[in-house]
């Protein structure tokens, strides 16, 4: 008798900056979300597909939830409250190292509505002591029922493995969605412009903060089979282009450099890449703008 094959879809919901993407990549094995110490990293659903001989995970990791102050953030936290009518079960990570804040208190109460069961997962729990994580179990027991409470850290692997079982066995019987080398619903193109939005939010600290966007030009292949990619990082003020650019472009030449190492591990093919700088003034605000670089408002 050959085993029952299951799958499901899983959001994994969170304050901003409690490592949703740490984990994604860990558990997907490859970087398909991008990382920064910076909140509101993630700004669509970003899905990954986890593929075993038993089962199929499909992950979505949501936008952090928070107050929002502009156009793309209303785009934002609607995109992850809608994710939690859509899926079998829900992961709501927060980070051991801040403990409780009004911004879990908003998620709890949206997590009320929902009839999946809820896992919450500690993550980060290396940087704190255990009396400190058995404080904070016992604070969020007796806010909301959740199925499992279940401690982890993302970044050094610690019970990820257990926290998958325990996912596995609540899974249903089901279809495998995708094949099994798939390991993301997004095109490679959406990949390689977070990729290097990455770059530019690591690099340039809190001189930038998320008023940039970056729209992918073109990717071609050349006759000596390279790839030629050609990217636009739009900011919103010419005094952010210019700390972009750096001294002599040195700033651009860095984050291009890093970005094309990621991009040839993603691809696996050598790649010439080009970078721009462009002004869009409040372009967070006009719709037509957010439509253009991606964030579909009037979906919702």
Known sequence: MTNQFKSGFIAIVGRPNVGKSTFMNRVIGQKIAIMSDKAQTTRNKIQGVLTTNEYQMIFIDTPGIHKPKHKLGDFMVQTAEDTLNEVD???????????????????????????????????????????????MI???????????????????????????????????????????????????????????????????????????????????????DKLHVQATIITERSSQKGILIGK???????????????????????????????????????QNQLHEYGFRLDEY
């Open 138 to 224: 016992d604070q969020y027991k007796d806010l909301y029922t959740f199925a499992e409470i279940i401690p982890i850290s993302a970044l050094e692997g610690n019970n990820v493995n257990h926290l998958l079982e325990v996912l596995a066995n609540q899974m249903s019987e089901g279809p495998q969605y995708y094949p099994e080398d798939h390991i993301t619903d997004h095109p490679e193109r959406f990949i390689i412009s977070e990729l290097i939005r990455e770059k530019v939010l690591h690099h340039t600290k809190e001189e930038i903060p998320h008023s940039i966007a970056v729209v992918l030009e073109s990717i071609e292949r050349n006759e000596n």
């Open 89 to 135: 079960s829900i992961i709501f990570m927060i980070n051991a190292d801040e403990g409780y804040g009004r911004g879990d208190q908003y998620i709890i109460d949206l997590l009320q509505k929902v009839n999946q069961p809820v896992y919450l997962v500690i993550n980060k729990v290396d940087k704190i002591q255990p009396e400190k994580l058995m404080q």
């Open 248 to 286: 002599q472009g040195s700033m651009l030449k860095k984050i291009g450099h890093q970005s094309r190492r990621d991009i040839e591990a993603l691809l696996g093919s050598k790649v010439y890449l080009e970078l721009w700088v462009k002004v869009k003034k409040d372009w967070r605000n006009r």
